[in-house]
């Protein structure tokens, strides 16, 4: 099993541009979660989706959007690029058990010019 | 006053040594409590899940679990250079999510 993958590993885009990183799992995992992570600012949670066909806001959700696209998959889409979105981003899945103890991919190491 | 507090460190030991890192949190409804392990450059890693008050131990890693004083705690013990990394505090407060610290770092001296 591959766990959690992400794409791209990396990215450097002009301010404006739009991307959409990839995430996909292969637990069966209900929930799934979209983090960036700041150096001093720890993982703060941008969108999370408790199952398929639902998602909701975390603490930082501006300037994203994510669509659940099947179970396996959760993607995250910066529309317009701003260089206060420059961050490594991660995104984990959780079995919705009453635990929610979460599995992280690699990341995406994303800078804004 | 944030929900999950860890001191950011560098917490220094000496090979051999217990290295011993702590964690308290806010929410009294909290339920499941978790450590992640993240070396630089990389993802946090869960090493270690506890859900009741008392110790649980998983080889040289124990965590301790004390719900009345709102405190987790995780201790490494014979302290390996390999051991030096971030140690993430995650606390589920219910709604699904998990709330995590900023974070502790550790450095294991040869």
């Known amino acids: 099993n591959a766990g959690v993958t992400q794409t791209p590993k990396f990215q450097v885009l002009k301010t404006g541009q739009s991307m959409t990183l990839q995430c996909a799992q292969d637990?069966?995992?209900?929930?799934m979660y979209w983090y960036r992570q700041d150096p001093g600012m720890g993982l703060r949670l941008i969108y999370y989706s408790a199952s398929e066909g639902t998602t909701d806001k975390g603490e930082v959700p501006n300037g994203y959007n994510v669509s659940r696209l099947n179970k396996r998959e959760f993607s995250l889409r910066l529309e317009s690029a701003a260089p206060s979105q420059t961050s490594v981003y991660f995104c984990?899945?959780?079995?919705?058990?009453?635990?929610?103890?979460?599995?992280f991919g690699p990341g995406t190491r994303l800078t804004v010019t | 006053q944030k929900e999950v507090e860890q001191n950011s460190g560098p917490l220094s030991v000496p090979e051999g040594a217990i290295a011993s890192l702590n964690c308290t949190y806010s929410?009294?409804?909290?339920?499941?409590f978790f450590w992640y392990r993240q070396y630089s450059g990389k993802s946090p890693e869960l090493i270690m899940s506890i859900y009741s008050n008392g110790d649980k131990e998983d080889g040289r890693f124990t965590a301790q679990l004390n719900k009345a004083s709102q405190y987790v705690s995780l201790l490494i013990r014979d302290s390996q250079p390999s051991d030096s990394a971030t140690y993430l505090c995650a606390v589920n407060t219910g709604f699904q999510k998990l709330v995590f610290g900023t974070g502790t770092r550790l450095l294991v001296s040869p």
């Open positions: 637990m069966n995992h209900n929930s």
């Open positions: 984990a899945s959780s079995a919705r058990d009453g635990y929610y103890e979460q599995y």
């Open positions: 929410d009294r409804g909290s339920q499941s």
